[in-house]
């Protein structure tokens, strides 16, 4: 039973590039979550996708940041224009249902050089 | 708005040295509290839970209870092992406050040495 599976698992990019992180929720789940890890910092909430439909984006940054979770595929967190306070692990959690337990996949560790 | 405190590390023990990591929150409605753990270079993996208050989530020889009338939900092991030198995060949800995703403390990392 396939967990939470995210790519690339280490991602590097100069400033100014785009940077796109993909996550597969576990079989069956059609609610997804975002989280950027800053060094020695804990989990902050981006934003929340249920299939096609962004629900809570609370969390994104106003400008450069944008996620999509389509009918078909992985959902997309894209990142435009990236700068080096990018630079952070970003974490997806899928669950069954709103407000149930949230299962994380290992990561992108974004490096923005 | 909800938040999560937990203590400041590294906390360092020895092998079979009884763990208490502690964990209060602030949230405007009736959360559920999670403890996940987290193992270097990897994602955050839930270790336990309990979605009421005076509930005792239990795995693997830790447990927490959620204490409403401190907000609290610390968490204990009797005799840790040097397999769970990890960083731990306090986490709650469905506190209401607008956001739907979890709201996490900044996590302690735990030392066992042999």
């Known amino acids: 039973n396939a967990g939470v599976m995210q790519n690339p698992r280490h991602l590097v990019r100069r400033r100014g590039q785009e940077a796109r992180l993909r996550c597969s929720p576990m079989?069956?789940?059609?609610?997804v979550y975002w989280y950027r890890q800053l060094p020695e910092e804990g989990l902050k909430f981006m934003v929340y996708l249920q299939k096609e439909n962004i629900i809570d984006e609370s969390g994104m940054p106003k400008e450069r940041f944008s996620a999509e979770f389509p009918k078909e595929g992985p959902s997309i967190l894209r990142i435009q224009q990236v700068v080096r306070g990018d630079s952070a692990a970003y974490f997806c959690a899928s669950s069954l249902n709103h407000q149930e337990t949230q299962y994380f996949g290992p990561g992108t560790r974004l490096l923005v050089l | 708005g909800n938040s999560v405190t937990q203590m400041e590390g590294p906390v360092t023990l020895s092998e079979e040295a009884f763990l208490t990591i502690n964990c209060t929150y602030t949230a405007t409605g009736y959360p559920s509290l999670f403890w996940y753990v987290q193992y270097p270079g990897e994602g955050l993996q839930l270790l336990l839970k309990?979605?009421?208050?005076?509930d005792k989530g239990s795995n693997k020889g830790f447990e927490a209870t959620y204490r409403k009338e401190t907000t609290s939900f610390h968490l204990e092991k009797g005799s840790v092992q040097v397999s769970d030198s990890a960083v731990y995060f306090c986490?709650?949800?469905?506190?209401?406050?607008?956001?739907?995703?979890?709201?996490f403390g900044k996590g302690t990392h735990l030392i066992i040495q042999p």
């Open positions: 079989k069956g789940h059609s609610h």
């Open positions: 986490a709650l949800s469905g506190a209401g406050g607008g956001a739907d995703g979890l709201t």
């Open positions: 309990a979605t009421k208050a005076d």
